[in-house]
């Protein structure tokens, strides 16, 4: 079975300019996170979805949203680039909302 | 949810075991300790969950005092690529309701030869 896949792996955008990253669950799998790491903060929870809808969010202010559609894949997005937004996003699936996650590779933004 | 505690770094000679301890004194009944690890920026890796009962997979045992205010994750035969980040984290694992991630800083582990 295919593990999560992000994309894109690596991306490089400027201050004020607006962001999308993807996420594909491993398949069968209903729930999405996503996560921000920094070297500073850590890995830091933003947002989980289920069954299309936003079920949990963490502390990070509302430049950054996401959506999960019919099928489980899921987007985020951040407006308003800042450089402290430089990180690494990780994604992760699970089959159900209190199950294990499974994290992707991740998607390395820069910032500049 | 419940905080972990982990030392920061730990280090473990290559064939020993490795024992990384986590301290979780305010796990409530229905939060499960899981341990993930992470290797050089990669996506954190799933290695091992329980609830009360020691377990053992493929990868690593755990286990949790009787109290499940600890644990600890034993990596048998500790081999180089077992160098990472190691986090412990609980979590609720039925029922619904708010959960909110908290990662830690981890262990760091290096496995030297």
């Known amino acids: 079975k295919a593990g999560v896949t992000q994309t894109p792996r690596y991306l490089i955008k400027t201050r004020g300019q607006q962001v999308t990253l993807s996420c594909s669950p491993i398949s069968g799998h209903r729930s999405v996170s996503w996560y921000q790491q920094t070297p500073g903060q850590g890995l830091q929870f933003l947002f989980e979805?289920?069954?299309?809808?936003?079920?949990n969010k963490g502390n990070f202010p509302g430049r950054f949203s996401g959506r999960q559609f019919s099928n489980s894949r899921s987007e985020m997005n951040v407006s308003t680039l800042e450089l402290g937004d430089s990180a690494l996003y990780l994604c992760a699936s699970s089959w159900g909302r209190e199950e294990t996650q499974y994290f992707g590779p991740g998607t390395r933004l820069l910032v500049l | 949810d419940a905080k972990t505690t982990q030392p920061t770094s730990m280090d473990c000679a290559e064939g020993r075991a490795a024992n990384l301890p986590c301290n979780h004194s305010t796990i409530s009944g229905n939060e499960y300790v899981y341990w993930y690890r992470q290797i050089h920026s990669q996506g954190p890796q799933y290695i091992i969950h329980?609830?009360?009962n020691n377990e053992t997979n493929e990868m690593a045992s755990l286990i949790i005092t009787e109290d499940r205010k600890s644990s600890t994750l034993i990596l048998p035969h500790a081999t180089l690529r077992d160098t990472a980040v190691y986090y412990c984290i609980v979590r609720v694992g039925n029922g619904g309701g708010s959960y909110i991630p908290t990662f830690g800083r981890g262990t760091s582990l290096i496995v030297h030869p």
């Open positions: 329980g609830l009360k």
């Open positions: 979805y289920f069954s299309e809808t936003q079920r």
